[in-house]
Structure formats: C-alpha cells, structure tokens
C-alpha cells in the first residue's frame, strides 16, 4: 500500500476487506505480522473494513529528527484522526495491542465523537511505581539491544509473554519460534526505530488512583482483552481500568500473555465480533429455555 501523506508526515498503512463492509477498523503500532489480529478482522466471521496503520518513527513512514513534544502515543493518537481524515472516515473503530492499544486511550479521552469503539488489546495503562514517561519494558529491552545482550533482550520479551506449565510442551514449541522471530526483529532493527520509548499512558498521571480518575473520563464503548500472565501490564491494571471505564466490557485470558495478538487471533476476533454486534443491536439471542408449565398437585 502506499504512504498516506498527512499534515506533515507520510504514514505506511495496509488496508484488508471491502469498501462496504459494515464496520471499519483502524489499528496503529509501529508495526504488524501481516497475518492474525488485527488484520483477520477483515475475514469472516467480521468482515470489517481493516487499516493497519505503521506510527511514523518505524518503518516507512516518516521519521521525525526529535521526539514529539506532546510525547509519542499523543502524536501517534492525532496521526490516526488524520489519517482518517485523509481517507474520508468519519467515525471508526478503533483497536489496537500493547503501545498500540496505548494510542487508542489517547483518541478515547482526546476525540470520543470520532470513535464508534475502543478495544485495547493487553493495553490497559500501566501500574505506577515511580518513573511514568518511560515503559519498563522497553527501557530494558532498549538498553539489552544496545549492549549487544541477545540473551537480555530475549528474556526480557519470555517476561511479556508470561509463564507456561511444564506440561504445555506444544505451546512452547510455538512461543520458542515467536521468539525467536522477536529477537531477530530487535537485534536488526535500525538504531533511530530502536531508540523509541513511547512511555506511558497518561504519565501525568503518577499514582494508580490518578490513573483511575483519568480514566473514568472516558465515555467510549470501551473492550479490553488482557492476559493474567502478561508481564508488563498487570491483571491489576486491566482491572482498574474496566472498573473505571464507564459501561467497559473485559475478558481476561488466564493462560495467556503480552502475545496474545499472535498466539490466539482467533479468540480475540470472536470476541470483538460479539462486543461489536452488542454495540449493534444484532448479537444473536440465547436460545429461551424450554419449561415444563404441566401443572403439579400437591398434597
């Protein structure tokens, strides 16, 4: 696909799905597999209209010189209604995972009327302990690529993805290849792409009660999919933020990490259809259960 010039960059985006499909789908982070969440939200059983979008800093969309004074995740927030702008969508829905999900909290608070839903994927704003305008996560995995620490780098991403039982032999063979392939990605990826920490959500916001009250303004029809085993975004924080999120709907994975978006695509988009057709009016109804009215005496 080509780059979608805006204001004043060209943001790199991918588009899945037909024009007229019922709903559309925009997603930004600095980058996507190709295949899974959320681009198989084009497919059946959704069908949706799918824009991945890659944030400017990454990739082939523009990169900036300097860090963005408002921070990334605001920047990369507006370069999402601008880029709907430039394609004439007026109002979406908006999904995103991890930092990408950071995003989406932004145009929540920033520009609601734009957003039809929100669905963060293991996004939910992280717990506060200190240091706020910097994600732990990857500061480390920053600092480990710099070091040349492959083993360091590859540690740190096994701690996103959460723990397994001895017993799940097969998913482990297949989080050792996500892995891998994780690794490589960072070891390779060019120094300017690789010096981006987006921070936190909201990192005005210093305590877990601050957090709270930032987000009980959010009045969007808000989905939040967490993992219990997630490594950098506590079971803790999605639940703080689905208590403070007014009418918000979460699912919470017990054996499932940071990874989710590329281990269980399948479950997610189920569960996206479902929110949607809630938001629609159209999910189906559970079948009425059939009762014996005979009437019994009793003596």
Do not use: C
């Not at 995740?73 to 394609?87: E, K, M, N, S, T």
Request: without cysteine.
């Amino acid at each position: 696909m080509p780059r979608q010039p805006i204001a004043d960059a060209e943001l790199w985006y991918d588009e899945y799905g037909d024009d007229d499909a019922p709903e559309v789908i925009i997603s930004s982070a600095m980058g996507f597999a190709g295949e899974g969440y959320p681009e198989r939200l084009a497919d059946g059983p959704a069908n949706y209209k799918v824009y991945t979008v890659q944030a400017r800093g990454f990739g082939r969309s523009t990169r900036p010189q300097e860090p963005p004074r408002q921070g990334w995740l605001g920047q990369w927030a507006d370069d999402v209604i601008a880029f709907a702008d430039a394609r004439g969508i007026d109002r979406f829905i908006y999904t995103g995972a991890s930092h990408g999900a950071g995003i989406g909290w932004y145009i929540a608070m920033r520009r609601p009327e734009r957003l039809k839903a929100f669905v963060s994927v293991v996004g939910a704003p992280h717990d506060r302990y200190g240091v706020t305008d910097s994600s732990e996560g990857r500061r480390k995995v920053i600092e480990a690529r710099l070091n040349g620490d492959t083993g360091a780098v590859r540690s740190q991403l096994e701690t996103l993805g959460g723990w397994l039982h001895d017993d799940e032999t097969k998913r482990r063979a297949q989080r050792d290849a996500l892995l891998d392939g994780a690794v490589a990605a960072t070891m390779t990826r060019d120094d300017d792409e690789s010096q981006i920490n987006q921070g936190m959500p909201f990192p005005e916001a210093t305590t877990n009660d601050e957090v709270a009250d930032v987000l009980r303004d959010v009045r969007v029809p808000t989905l939040m999919l967490a993992g219990m085993r997630d490594g950098i975004v506590s079971p803790q924080a999605s639940l703080r933020a689905a208590m403070s999120v007014r009418d918000a709907k979460a699912v919470f994975f017990e054996s499932e990490g940071h990874f989710m978006t590329q281990e269980i695509p399948e479950r997610l988009i189920r569960e996206v259809t479902l929110f949607i057709n809630e938001i629609n009016g159209t999910a189906e109804p559970l079948p009425r259960p059939s009762r014996d009215r005979t009437k019994v005496d009793t003596i």
